[in-house]
T-cell receptor, first 112, second 110 residues
């Protein structure tokens, strides 16, 4: 089944403890992206990647890192999480020339 | 700054009613407009609109783009409780960015 898989689905962590949210897609898509969704603010793009080793900042990149060493994987790294990074995170992918993203199921992160 | 504005933010109607959701945009490099439906978790793709005035239809849902007015509407006729969701509008730009609106939360009462 074609899908975008994120892990974990839920995560509660403490301030300052590094964490990684994994994202993997099995559709051979070139484009991948990370979003966060907050009440009243909608979906905001954190980082995106147009291909292996090609990444760029979205609208809210501060406090996050990404890497794209392989086409299928696009992990989101929080080196020192803070409470304002408590949010619902979505990974998404699409192919070149198509506009509709396929979204993962989301990761609800709470930083205390 | 590019932005996408949806209205209303929230809407409650009874089953069987028809609803119209609005999306307006101000972007410098418009390519297409996208509609998504978000139920419990991940948004799912509904429509992509590129040309003005051409209606896209899928069952009871339809959407149309007005490039002159920089807006789009999403219509849902004969609503059902399963239509309850957040509906997201997004604009895809020529420099490959997607800008999402904040969404319209639709609740259908039985």
């Amino acid at each position: 089944e074609a899908q975008v898989t994120q892990n974990p689905r839920y995560l509660i962590t403490v301030t300052g403890k590094k964490l990684t949210v994994t994202c993997s897609q099995n559709m051979n898509h070139e484009y991948m992206s990370w979003y966060r969704q907050d009440p009243g603010l909608g979906l905001r793009q954190i980082y995106y990647s147009m291909n292996v080793e090609v990444t760029d900042k979205g609208d809210v990149p501060e406090g996050y890192k990404v890497s794209r060493k392989e086409k299928r994987n696009f992990p989101l790294i929080l080196e020192s999480p803070s409470p304002n990074q408590t949010s619902l995170y979505f990974c998404a992918s699409r192919d070149r020339g198509t506009y509709g993203y396929t979204f993962g199921s989301g990761t609800r992160l709470t930083v205390v | 700054e590019d932005k996408v504005v949806q209205s209303p933010l929230s809407l409650v109607v009874h089953e069987g009613d028809t609803v119209t959701l609005n999306c307006s945009y101000e972007v410098t490099n418009f390519r297409s407009l996208l509609w998504y439906k978000q139920e419990k978790k991940a948004p799912t793709f509904l429509f992509m609109l590129t040309s003005s005035g051409i209606e896209k239809k899928s069952g009871r849902l339809s959407s149309i783009l007005d490039k002159k007015e920089l807006s789009s509407i999403l219509n849902i006729t004969a609503t059902q409780t399963g239509d309850s969701a957040i509906y997201l509008c997004a604009v895809f730009t020529r420099d490959d960015k997607i800008i999402f609106g904040k969404g319209t939360r639709l609740h259908i009462l039985p």
